[in-house]
């Protein structure tokens, strides 16, 4: 078991390098080109937790097509994203926000730690073999789950025609406008 | 890996998405980190699916990662329609639905 744990190590700096880059790099872009690092890392500590199709669909779905979107809009919008934090360099609002996002961890350890719930401290319950496997979540998806699979894929329609209808162009918007 | 450690590792991630979103001023990067407290929560629904041996919380975590496209698509198109106005984008400045 001590390759797991060599390799949770690794993943986990990776995973939070990755998040901190996200939130402290200036650029948006260099924020962007991070998140992509730290879900590749993430997608390593779903595989330890035995969850391969997820861990696939991350690197695809998310590393691949969503952080390529964000990439073009970045690109797109450029210099005009403020690189800054609010009020300032040692604003009031950035240290409130630090100090709140630590007592938020703070309360949410303590919540898990303290919920008596004795599976914790183990490695899990004993898995059938398939878990995890696109084999096994075909079939929850289509049997026990098809109501928020459909519910799911018309989200999904309902998000591309509103995009459609919020970047388009319009007469009127770029000139004049408020 | 004992299963404990993966929840507090989600909570420590979700608690710097949460601190990125306070204090930071681009909503571009307000919405990366959004993703990263998404992300968060599916690390800790994929532990917890581990724990108990079952697959439901694989397909609440693929739920969520469809809510989080969404949330994407819907973000990036606003952000380009604040850019064609013309208007700053900057979370500061778009304050007049502030009550």
């Not at chain 1, 075909?138 to 919020?166: D, H, R, T, W």
Request: net charge neutral.
């Amino acid at each position: 078991m001590l390759f797991e744990q060599i390799l949770f190590f690794v993943a986990a700096i990776g995973v939070l390098a990755g998040a901190l880059g996200v939130v402290l790099l200036r650029n948006p872009f260099y924020s962007v080109l991070s998140l992509i690092g730290h879900l590749v890392s993430l997608a390593i500590l779903f595989l330890l937790l035995r969850s391969e199709f997820l861990a696939a669909a991350q690197i695809v779905v998310y590393a691949g097509a969503i952080m390529v979107l964000y990439l073009f809009v970045t690109a797109y919008v450029g210099g005009a994203a403020p690189t800054s934090w609010r009020g300032g360099e040692a604003g009031a609002v950035g240290q409130l926000g630090v100090i709140m996002a630590g007592a938020l961890f703070v309360v949410i350890s303590l919540a898990v730690l303290g919920s008596s719930l004795d599976a914790l401290d183990t490695r899990g319950a004993e898995l059938e073999p398939g878990f995890g496997s696109p084999g096994e979540i075909g079939q929850l998806l289509l049997k026990k789950f098809l109501i928020p699979f459909e519910a799911a894929s018309f989200l999904l329609l309902v998000a591309a025609v509103c995009a459609v209808v919020l970047a388009r162009r319009r007469r009127g918007l770029e000139e004049g406008g408020v | 890996m004992d299963v404990v450690w993966f929840v507090v590792l989600s909570a420590l991630i979700f608690a710097i998405g949460a601190a990125g979103v306070m204090t930071r001023r681009s909503p571009l990067v307000i919405l990366l980190c959004t993703e990263l407290m998404l992300n968060a929560c599916n690390l800790a629904l994929l532990a917890f699916a581990r724990m108990h041996g079952s697959g439901d919380g694989q397909i609440f975590a693929l739920i969520v990662m469809v809510v989080a496209a969404c949330e994407v698509v819907i973000g990036l198109g606003l952000i380009v329609a604040i850019y064609r106005k013309r208007m700053a984008i900057d979370v500061d400045k778009l304050s007049e639905l502030r009550g």
